[in-house]
């Protein structure tokens, strides 16, 4: 009996060492970064790259910005990349599926994928970046979720209430102020109300369910203008607390 455990316990031993080797070799023999395919210059020309840009052929492409020459290129089959938003040191590729994907000119790193639940070709979807970039939000028509930048882990997620949705575009779609995003959140008839609510790193801080903005847009001295049928004129909102600005005074922007 045993000599029969012994001996399973070699050939599980074996095993897993083969099945590491294995593993190793294959991150050895991948294309740099990792991914679909990496195709261009970059595999020959290491250095130069200090931009990305969309290809007209569908592709993420690391270039010199000074010279405009290619030097890498990234592409995912059957998928296109719709816009790159710069996050920090990381640039945010939002693809046609949902997928984001962070990427650095160089070295030629993509450093993470997540996919956006809900999303495909010609959803809205709001990216923006928080802080100093070390995290970003993303607003869809039913969903807020904020990142962290260096790895693309989740930090909150936010659900709107059974019948309501966010406002992801138009002239009361949301606000980016800072370290924060205002966003309008509205409830099919006989569901709710209308909802102002203010998000940063850690999710939804605030909501105001007093408010129904017909437009949104930052203001000069850091706050928000909201224009609220019936109301003639916009008023200021500070972004921290949701109230207007005028009754903030120990607020801290």
Known sequence: ????????????????????????????????????????????????????RVGAGGEVQGYDAASGRLVWSYRRGGHRPLRLVA????????WDDGMLTGMEPEPAVVRWHRYVPG????????????????????????????????????????????????????????????????????CAAGAGRTELEGFDLDGRRWHDSAL??????????????????PRSLPYAVDPTTGRPATECVCAAR
């Open 1 to 52: 009996m045993r000599s029969r455990v012994s001996l399973r316990a070699v050939i599980t031993a074996l095993l897993l060492v083969g099945l590491a080797l294995v593993g190793a070799a294959a991150r050895e023999a991948r294309p740099a970064p990792f991914g679909d395919d990496v195709v261009g210059a970059g595999r020959a020309q290491r250095g130069g790259a200090d931009a990305l």
């Open 87 to 94: 996050v920090g040191a990381t640039t945010v590729a939002l």
């Open 119 to 186: 999303v495909g070709a010609g959803t809205p979807l709001v990216l923006v970046p928080l802080g100093a970039g070390e995290t970003f939000l993303v607003l869809t028509h039913d969903v807020v979720m904020t990142y962290n930048t260096g790895d693309g882990t989740l930090r909150t997620s936010t659900l709107p209430s059974t019948g309501c949705f966010f406002r992801d575009s138009g002239p009361a779609g949301p606000v980016h102020v800072g370290a924060w995003v205002l966003a309008r959140r509205d």
């Open 212 to 229: 129904a903005p017909v437009r949104m847009g930052a203001g000069a001295e850091g706050d928000v203008e909201v224009l609220v049928v």
